[in-house]
C-alpha cells in the first residue's frame, strides 16, 4: 500500500463544462439511493416478515424485539466498515472504496433474499441472517462517507452544503423505493400484516423479490462509478505528500474531539429517522393488546411514503439554508425544534387521542410523519458538509466515517428497541422523551464546535465568503 503513486491531479479537476458536475451528482446520488434502498429493504422486513419466518417465539412482541436486535447487528458492523473502508479510502482514494462498499452491501442483500427459514434449517436461520445484516453494515460503513466527500471535494466555493445534500438525498430515494416495492408486493398477493398467513404468497416466497432485485440496482451503480475520476481535494493531498500510512492512528492522534463533535452532532439525527421508519411501524400495525394501534400495514406504509417526500424537498433546502446561514447556526434551530417536537408525542401517538385499528385517526397520524419528517430533511440535508468539514484531507473519509457510523450505534441501533420497550414498561410518551433527550446531546455538541462554513477543505482555514 505504501507505494502507491499519486493521482494525475491534472486529470483530478472538475471539467470546463458541466459534464463532470452532473457525473458527479448523479453517481452520489444514485450509490448511496441503492445503499439506502438494500438497508431499509430489510429495516421493512425485520418489522412486517423476519419475526414471522426466522424468529419463532411464544408471543408476537419478544419475536419483534428479537428481529429488531438483528436490525441493530448492522450498525454494530457499520464503524468497522468505517474503518475498512475509510482507511483504503484515505490510502487509495475515493473512488475505488466507494466501489468496494456498493458491491458489499449488494452482495450482502441478495443473499438475504436466498436464505432459507428457521421452519426450514432452525437456528441457523436467524444466524445467517445476522451475518448477511452484518454485511450490510460494513457497506453502509463505507458508502455515505465516500459519496460525501465526493461531492464536497468537488463542490463549488460558496455552495457546498448544496452539493453535499445529493447523496443525502439517497435516503429518501431509497426509502421509496424499498418501502412502494414491499406495499405493491402486498397489495399484489393479498398479504394482510393485522392476519398474515405463513402459507401465503408473500411469505412463502414474495418478501424475497426486493432483496433480488438489488443485483440489478446494483449494477447500474458499479457502473456509474466506474466512470468517476478521484476529488481534486485528495489529488492535491497525495501530491503535496500528505498520504498517512494509518489514517486510523492518524486521525485518533490529531482529530479525537471532531471524532467526538461528529458522533453527537448526527445523533438527534439517527433517533429522529429510525424512530419514524422502523419503531413507529412496529407500532402503528402492532396489535392492540400490546398497547400498539393496530393500523394495517398497507394503509400505514401510504401514510410513510407520503410523509417520506417531505423529507426529500426538505433536504435540498437544508443545504441552501446552510450555505446561507452557516452550519451551525441552522442546525441549533432545527435540533431545537427535534427537541420540543418530543414532548408532543403523547398527543398524537396515544391510543386514547389517536384510536386504533380501523377507528384510527389516520389524518393525525400523518400530519405527525409529516412533521417528523420535514424535521429529518432539515437536519440531515447539511450532515454531508458538516462532517467532513470537520477533518483534513488526509483522515477525511476514516474521521467522517467513523463519527457518522458510531453515531448510528447511539442514535439508531438501539432507538427501534429502547422505543418498544418503553412503549411496553412505560407508555409511548416516554419515547418522545428518549428522542428529546437525544435531541439535547446534540445541542451540547454543536455549542462546542466551531463554524465550518468558510472553511477551505485543503488546509482547514477560513478562506474568504463567497461573492
Same mark, same amino acid.
Not at 227 to 241: N, Q, S, W, Y
Not at 274 to 295: D, K, R, V
Given at each position: 500500500?505504501?507505494?502507491?503513486?499519486?493521482?494525475?491531479?491534472?486529470?483530478?479537476?472538475?471539467?470546463?463544462?458541466?459534464?463532470?458536475?452532473?457525473?458527479?451528482?448523479?453517481?452520489?446520488?444514485?450509490?448511496?439511493?441503492?445503499?439506502?434502498?438494500? !438497508?431499509?429493504?430489510?429495516?421493512?422486513?425485520?418489522?412486517?416478515? &423476519?419475526?414471522?419466518? &426466522?424468529?419463532?417465539?411464544?408471543?408476537?412482541?419478544?419475536?419483534?424485539?428479537?428481529?429488531?436486535?438483528?436490525?441493530?447487528?448492522?450498525? @454494530?458492523?457499520?464503524?468497522?466498515?468505517?474503518?475498512? !473502508?475509510?482507511? !483504503?479510502?484515505?490510502?487509495?482514494?475515493?473512488?475505488?472504496?466507494?466501489?468496494?462498499?456498493?458491491?458489499?452491501?449488494?452482495?450482502?442483500?441478495?443473499?438475504?433474499?436466498?436464505?432459507?427459514?428457521?421452519?426450514?434449517?432452525?437456528?441457523?436461520?436467524?444466524?445467517?441472517?445476522?451475518?448477511?445484516?452484518?454485511?450490510?453494515?460494513?457497506?453502509?460503513?463505507?458508502?455515505?462517507?465516500?459519496?460525501?466527500?465526493?461531492?464536497?471535494?468537488?463542490?463549488?466555493?460558496?455552495?457546498?452544503?448544496?452539493?453535499?445534500?445529493?447523496?443525502?438525498?439517497?435516503?429518501?430515494?431509497?426509502?421509496?423505493?424499498?418501502?412502494?416495492?414491499?406495499?405493491?408486493?402486498?397489495?399484489?398477493?393479498?398479504?394482510?400484516?393485522?392476519?398474515?398467513?405463513?402459507?401465503?404468497?408473500?411469505?412463502?416466497?414474495?418478501?424475497?423479490?426486493?432483496?433480488?432485485?438489488?443485483?440489478?440496482?446494483?449494477?447500474?451503480?458499479?457502473?456509474?462509478?466506474?466512470?468517476?475520476?478521484?476529488?481534486?481535494?485528495?489529488?492535491?493531498? @497525495?501530491?503535496?505528500?500528505?498520504?498517512?500510512?494509518?489514517?486510523?492512528?492518524?486521525?485518533?492522534?490529531?482529530?479525537?474531539?471532531?471524532?467526538?463533535?461528529?458522533?453527537?452532532?448526527?445523533?438527534?439525527?439517527?433517533?429522529?429517522?429510525?424512530?419514524?421508519?422502523?419503531?413507529?411501524?412496529?407500532?402503528?400495525?402492532?396489535?392492540?393488546?400490546?398497547?400498539?394501534?393496530?393500523?394495517?400495514?398497507?394503509?400505514?406504509?401510504?401514510?410513510?411514503?407520503?410523509?417520506?417526500? &417531505?423529507?426529500?424537498?426538505?433536504?435540498? +433546502?437544508?443545504?441552501?439554508?446552510?450555505?446561507? !446561514?452557516?452550519?451551525?447556526?441552522?442546525?441549533?434551530?432545527?435540533?431545537?425544534?427535534?427537541? @420540543?417536537?418530543?414532548? &408532543?408525542?403523547?398527543?398524537?401517538?396515544?391510543?386514547?387521542?389517536?384510536?386504533?385499528?380501523?377507528?384510527?385517526?389516520?389524518?393525525?397520524?400523518?400530519?405527525?410523519?409529516?412533521?417528523?419528517?420535514?424535521?429529518?430533511?432539515?437536519?440531515?440535508? +447539511?450532515?454531508?458538509?458538516?462532517?467532513?468539514?470537520?477533518?483534513?484531507?488526509?483522515?477525511?473519509?476514516?474521521?467522517?466515517?467513523?463519527?457518522?457510523?458510531?453515531?448510528?450505534?447511539?442514535?439508531?441501533?438501539?432507538?427501534?428497541?429502547?422505543?418498544?420497550?418503553?412503549?411496553?414498561?412505560?407508555?409511548?410518551?416516554? +419515547?418522545?422523551?428518549?428522542?428529546?433527550?437525544?435531541?439535547?446531546?446534540?445541542?451540547?455538541?454543536?455549542?462546542?464546535?466551531?463554524?465550518?462554513?468558510?472553511?477551505?477543505?485543503?488546509?482547514?482555514?477560513?478562506?474568504?465568503?463567497?461573492?
Amino acid at each position: 500500500m505504501s507505494t502507491l503513486t499519486a493521482p494525475d491531479t491534472a486529470h483530478a479537476q472538475p471539467a470546463p463544462s458541466g459534464v463532470l458536475k452532473r457525473r458527479i451528482i448523479f453517481a452520489s446520488l444514485v450509490g448511496t439511493s441503492i445503499e439506502f434502498y438494500d !438497508f431499509y429493504v430489510y429495516a421493512t422486513a425485520a418489522i412486517s416478515v &423476519f419475526p414471522l419466518l &426466522f424468529f419463532p417465539a411464544s408471543d408476537a412482541g419478544g419475536a419483534l424485539l428479537a428481529s429488531l436486535a438483528t436490525f441493530g447487528v448492522a450498525f @454494530v458492523a457499520r464503524p468497522v466498515g468505517s474503518i475498512i !473502508f475509510g482507511h !483504503f479510502g484515505d490510502r487509495l482514494g475515493r473512488k475505488a472504496t466507494l466501489l468496494g462498499s456498493l458491491l458489499t452491501m449488494g452482495i450482502a442483500t441478495v443473499i438475504i433474499g436466498m436464505l432459507p427459514t428457521y421452519a426450514q434449517i432452525g437456528l441457523w436461520a436467524p444466524v445467517m441472517l445476522a451475518i448477511m445484516r452484518f454485511g450490510q453494515g460494513l457497506g453502509l460503513g463505507g458508502e455515505w462517507s465516500g459519496a460525501a466527500l465526493l461531492a464536497t471535494e468537488t463542490a463549488e466555493k460558496g455552495k457546498r452544503a448544496r452539493a453535499a445534500m445529493w447523496p443525502q438525498l439517497g435516503a429518501p430515494i431509497g426509502f421509496l423505493f424499498a418501502n412502494g416495492f414491499f406495499l405493491l408486493l402486498t397489495i399484489w398477493m393479498g398479504h394482510d400484516s393485522t392476519n398474515p398467513a405463513n402459507d401465503g404468497a408473500f411469505l412463502t416466497w414474495g418478501w424475497r423479490i426486493p432483496f433480488l432485485a438489488s443485483a440489478v440496482i446494483v449494477a447500474l451503480g458499479v457502473y456509474v462509478r466506474v466512470k468517476l475520476e478521484e476529488t481534486p481535494v485528495f489529488a492535491r493531498a @497525495v501530491a503535496r505528500g500528505e498520504k498517512v500510512k494509518t489514517p486510523l492512528k492518524a486521525v485518533l492522534q490529531t482529530s479525537w474531539r471532531q471524532l467526538i463533535q461528529g458522533t453527537f452532532i448526527m445523533l438527534a439525527t439517527y433517533t429522529l429517522f429510525y424512530l419514524f421508519t422502523t419503531w413507529i411501524l412496529s407500532y402503528a400495525i402492532g396489535a392492540t393488546e400490546n398497547g400498539m394501534l393496530g393500523i394495517g400495514y398497507q394503509d400505514f406504509l401510504v401514510l410513510q411514503l407520503i410523509a417520506i417526500l &417531505f423529507f426529500a424537498a426538505m433536504t435540498p +433546502v437544508s443545504g441552501a439554508l446552510a450555505d446561507r !446561514f452557516g452550519r451551525k447556526p441552522f442546525l441549533v434551530v432545527v435540533t431545537a425544534a427535534i427537541l @420540543v417536537f418530543g414532548f &408532543f408525542f403523547d398527543a398524537f401517538l396515544a391510543p386514547e387521542v389517536m384510536g386504533t385499528g380501523d377507528d384510527a385517526n389516520m389524518g393525525l397520524m400523518l400530519v405527525f410523519l409529516i412533521i417528523g419528517m420535514t424535521l429529518m430533511g432539515l437536519t440531515f440535508g +447539511v450532515q454531508s458538509a458538516i462532517l467532513p468539514e470537520l477533518f483534513p484531507t488526509n483522515v477525511r473519509y476514516t474521521g467522517s466515517a467513523i463519527a457518522y457510523n458510531f453515531s448510528s450505534i447511539l442514535g439508531a441501533a438501539v432507538a427501534p428497541f429502547i422505543a418498544a420497550w418503553l412503549v411496553q414498561n412505560h407508555g409511548v410518551a416516554w +419515547v418522545g422523551v428518549y428522542l428529546a433527550s437525544m435531541a439535547l446531546l446534540t445541542l451540547l455538541s454543536l455549542f462546542s464546535t466551531k463554524e465550518t462554513k468558510d472553511l477551505d477543505l485543503d488546509t482547514l482555514e477560513a478562506e474568504p465568503a463567497a461573492v
